[in-house]
């Protein structure tokens, strides 16, 4: 007996019904990446090993899937390295490639091989997927879709701004009211491990420090403890991890705080221009919020931090995020090009909206008009009608064979057709067809002269 077939864990198949509630996301994300002036580019699925490699931190790195090489690839390598069972050595003997793990490296690597070519600064979207060897959960994937927005060649905070305006209308756009989009500075955070004496601890710092959600304060302390930070450090960080009141008391509070840290300062500087202007600008539908904690526990980051959370209520991580990432083009060689850029989590995404039910109902009609199939004669009639609905931009199709008319209704009802079209003998000799409108009831007899008019009813 043949097994039963799977798929890998942390990987989907998709329904039509799932994939047109996909798609609707992506073209309202899309329609706002190219309103708001982003060109379209795409990248290969895998990438050099060391294009990806380093760019991550110590967990990204774990994360990453990597691709044995082709052909016998084992009988390439040194018997000592094997015998070491070093799997850390071996795999840069026998893999070369590696799945992409995001859209902002590969991106990175697009910038500087295509420099020349460019016109800075440049503003690119992606919509692509991407993997990531995680442990599969409730809204994590280990492959799923990433909806990019990035500007490189600018280091105007004015694209933070664009940036959180972009987030706004897109889940205005999508009804999906109420998200807060948190926001915070590298720079702050590192002004923090200075002034609390741990600045050479800055990354096992932020990592923690970015797990206050998830873990508790306790369980950050633990960590910060085990990474060989000081009990008096944390104690001074300690009123971050509850630092609350409005951004403009905040921002207060940290001013006073990082005074003596020069970079820390440039932070909240930073912070402090985005905040204003969009309380100038105003938002349509989203919350602005800074949170002090946000680390986003990548090391390329150098300026403002995004992430964007859920509406009250809805138990789901991030469904966005992204920041300034000043060199992250220096690492293949394109030195001072500053760049920003977000990203729009789809799968989350997706199952907030099935949660609130912000899909829209016909979202699911694949087909507005079924034909009924009563022989070969009444098929060519209908076949010629179901063409002039067609160039009308009516989705309709024809019934391929004919069966039984409860056959070919439960079809039409099993994929909620709204219109059934009936052209039998009778109608063949009066030229005419019949609609039956399957949501209301009843039904209307039309000339097969004068289409227009039932087009006109759809």
């Known amino acids: 007996m043949a097994q039963k077939p799977s798929i890998p864990k942390g990987t989907r198949d998709f329904s039509p019904s799932e994939v047109n509630k996909r798609n609707y996301i992506f073209d309202v994300v899309k329609k706002h990446f190219q309103t708001y002036g982003f060109q379209p580019i795409e990248t290969p699925s895998f990438e050099n090993s060391e294009t990806l490699m380093g760019k991550y931190g110590d967990e990204g790195d774990r994360l990453i899937f990597k691709i044995l090489n082709s052909g016998d690839f084992l009988n390439k390598v040194n018997d000592d390295v094997y015998a070491s069972k070093d799997s850390s050595v071996l795999t840069t003997k026998i893999s070369e490639k590696a799945l992409r793990y995001d859209l902002t490296v590969p991106f990175a690597r697009y910038v500087v091989m295509h420099q020349n070519e460019l016109d800075f600064p440049f503003k690119r979207y992606q919509i692509q997927p991407v993997w990531r060897a995680d442990r599969p959960q409730k809204g994590r994937f280990r492959e799923f879709f990433q909806c990019d927005a990035d500007v490189v060649g600018s280091d105007s905070l004015l694209q933070e701004v664009e940036l959180v305006q972009l987030y706004d209308a897109v889940f205005t756009d999508l009804k999906l009211e109420g998200v807060t989009i ?11 491990a200075e002034v609390i004496g741990e600045r050479d601890k800055l990354i096992d710092f932020t990592v923690a420090l970015d797990k206050l959600d998830k873990i508790g304060i306790e369980g950050v302390s633990k960590e910060m403890r085990e990474k060989g ?32 840290s020069e970079e820390g300062a440039k932070g909240v500087g930073e912070l402090s221009f985005i905040i204003t202007t969009m309380e100038e600008l105003g938002l349509q539908s989203a919350n602005l919020k800074i949170d002090v904690t946000l680390a986003r526990g990548l090391n390329y980051y150098t300026g403002a931090i995004f992430e964007v959370a859920a509406p009250e209520g809805v138990s789901m ?32 995404i ?101 289409v227009e008019e039932f087009l006109t009813n759809l």
Not at 182 to 192: D, E, Q, T, W, Y
Not at 232 to 241: N, R
């Open 350 to 450: 997706y199952l907030v909206m099935e949660e609130l039910e912000l899909f829209p109902e016909a979202i699911d009609q694949s087909l507005q008009v079924l034909c009924v199939n009563f022989g070969e004669k009444e098929a060519l009639t209908s076949l010629k009608l179901v063409n002039r609905l067609r160039k009308a931009g009516v989705k309709c199709d024809l019934y391929p064979s004919s069966a039984k008319m409860q056959k070919q209704m439960k079809y039409a009802n099993n994929r909620n057709v709204p219109f059934v079209v009936l052209i039998g003998e009778q109608e063949l000799s009066s030229n005419s067809f019949v609609v039956k409108d399957m949501v209301k009831g009843g039904q209307e007899t039309y000339s097969l002269d004068r």
């Open 229 to 260: 930070i000081s009990d008096a450090a944390i104690e001074k960080a300690a009123p971050l991890f509850e630092l609350s009141g409005s951004n403009l008391e905040q921002l207060s509070v940290l001013s006073d705080l990082l005074k003596d």
């Open 182 to 192: 948190k926001l915070n500075n590298r720079k702050i955070l590192a002004g923090i």
């Open 317 to 348: 991580g991030s469904i966005g995020g992204g920041g300034r990432y000043d060199d992250l083009t220096g690492i293949f060689g394109l030195k001072d090009v500053s760049g920003v850029g977000i990203s729009f989590g789809l799968d989350r």
